[in-house]
């Protein structure tokens, strides 16, 4: 229905930065809330950011101030830029979409969509 795809992870050492990109594909009629999360091993998925259509966001106390999630809706696409990295930050970073779409009956309906995962390394 609704394909997510993540790009820009990577192995940096502490201090760096990274940007990951998320770009939205399918028959989409609007995307209402697009968004980061993570889970590192033997840890639970978190969320990290959000951004709603209208530009409202919303981050996890761990990550203010260093990471900036922005949206390009020419593009569907999301982004998440990540400054003054840390090793706790080493986790699988997954993009959410949610919105609504054609089915292939050309029937509107929600969706709920998920990225396939991008690795985040920090490390020296």
């Known amino acids: 229905q609704v394909q997510l795809v993540e790009s820009g992870g990577g192995l940096v050492q502490p201090g760096g930065s990274l940007r990951l990109s998320c770009a939205a594909s399918g028959r989409i009629i609007a995307i209402y809330v697009m968004g980061w999360y993570r889970q590192a091993p033997g840890k639970q998925r978190e969320l990290v950011a959000t951004?709603?259509?209208?530009?409202?966001?919303n981050y996890a106390d761990s990550v203010k101030g260093r990471f900036t999630i922005s949206r390009d809706d020419t593009k569907n696409t999301v982004y998440l830029q990540m400054n003054s990295l840390k090793p706790e930050d080493t986790a699988v970073y997954y993009c959410?979409?949610?919105?609504?779409?054609?089915?292939?009956?050309?029937?509107?309906?929600?969706?709920?969509?998920w990225g396939q995962g991008t690795q985040v390394t920090v490390s020296s």
């Open positions: 959410n979409a949610e919105g609504k779409a054609w089915s292939k009956e050309q029937i509107p309906g929600n969706f709920n969509s």
């Open positions: 951004v709603t259509s209208g530009g409202s966001t």
